[in-house]
């Protein structure tokens, strides 16, 4: 993977926030994807997201697998944390870091190839333990490294760059995580810069897994005709279930929506998420109906964005383990280590 370092340069006149950084500050390297990749428009999302939210840099951790998707984490806030794992194995690793030290802020950036076929198994486990982190697929329905074969989240009839359509049923990454109980379920569009913001924002405050899906076309191999992940495929069929924006609790909440209209969700950190339904009928918070109206409208073709789940009640994995508060990182070396006398007290519980 090539780095190419951007000039350290900021214009007086960029805002500031709270911590006295620019959005400048946020930023990687120059992007090595292709011109026009949706990818980008991810990472100017997360970029803009963990900006707003005032996450210091040294305090966020970056993972990735492998694939044109796990390039992102390469350009998005250079001072920060980062571990670039091998194919489908971010949730596992994720899954360590975040037992040594759950200051930190988690946010998984994978592809529907990384997470939908070789890492499927990790992806399912990351969920239910409720990992506390941001997971990020950036969904193209091929691999783009490999030159555009269909991924596992290809639709059937979907045509290739060359060859024959896709025949093989598709593994939708929403409907699986609904299945399996994450806690926080979105799907976007990369090119809906207004809805993906807040959706990764509140992705970032949940406590719990939180998953977004988000759309993201190959513009080398898989943005034809014919092709259910291309631009205009997805600007003709996509479908918001509900308008949102992400109000900090540090801040007086306001809204632009008509009064009635809309619906308050309070995350366990005091932030919310304001939604203004277009679906008057759908409510996130009920499993249930999340599964029938996402079939539903999947059977007529339509790609449903939004904030689609979400559930507070569930505990994350360190606290559902009982973990101390302090990360295992910043404990002494025998209080992690017990003598032999506690060890076999331990052992001996499980003869």
């Known amino acids: 993977m090539s780095y190419i370092a951007k000039p350290n340069v900021t214009h007086p006149s960029l805002p500031r926030n709270k911590l006295g950084l620019t959005s400048r500050d946020y ?71 975040n037992a040594a030290n759950r200051e930190l802020t988690y946010i998984g950036v994978s592809g529907d190839g990384d997470s939908l076929s070789i890492g499927v198994g990790q992806f399912v486990h990351a969920i239910r333990r409720n990992l506390n982190m941001c997971y990020i697929i950036e969904n193209n329905g091929v691999y783009g490294l490999t030159k555009g074969q269909f991924s596992a989240s290809a639709d059937i009839g979907s045509m290739p760059k060359r060859g024959q359509a896709n025949q093989q049923e598709p593994i939708d990454s929403v409907s699986t995580a609904l299945s399996l109980g994450a806690t926080y379920i979105a799907r976007s569009f990369s090119g809906d810069r207004q809805q993906l913001v807040p959706l990764i924002q509140g992705a970032l405050r949940h406590n719990g897994f939180a998953l977004v899906d988000v759309i993201s076309p190959c513009v080398t191999f898989n943005d034809h005709e014919g092709s259910t992940k291309s631009y205009a495929h997805t600007r003709q069929f996509y479908h918001h279930v509900v308008d949102m924006d992400f109000v900090p609790p540090a801040k007086e909440i306001k809204t632009v929506y008509d009064e009635g209209s809309s619906m308050s969700i309070e ?85």
Do not use: W
Request: charged content about 20%; some cysteine; proline content about 5%.
């Open 27 to 97: 930023e990687g390297t120059v992007s090595t994807l292709c011109a026009g990749c949706g990818h980008d428009s991810v990472t100017a999302a997360i970029i803009q997201a963990v900006f707003e939210l005032d996450i210091e840099p040294h305090m966020l951790a970056k993972m990735s697998g492998i694939g044109c998707s796990s390039k992102t984490p390469a350009y998005f806030v250079s001072q920060s944390h980062g571990f670039n794992s091998v194919h489908g194995r971010m949730p596992s690793v994720t899954t360590g870091a």
């Open 267 to 351: 995350l366990h950190d005091g932030s919310k998420i304001i939604l203004r339904k277009v679906d008057p009928n759908y409510d996130p918070t009920s499993r249930a109906a999340a599964f029938k109206y996402l079939r539903e409208h999947f059977n007529a073709g339509e790609i449903i964005t939004g904030l689609l789940y979400i559930n507070e009640s569930r505990q994350e994995m360190n606290d559902l383990m009982g973990n101390v508060d302090t990360p295992l990182a910043h404990l002494p070396l025998d209080t992690l280590r017990p003598g032999k006398g506690e060890l076999k007290k331990i052992l001996s519980g499980y003869r």
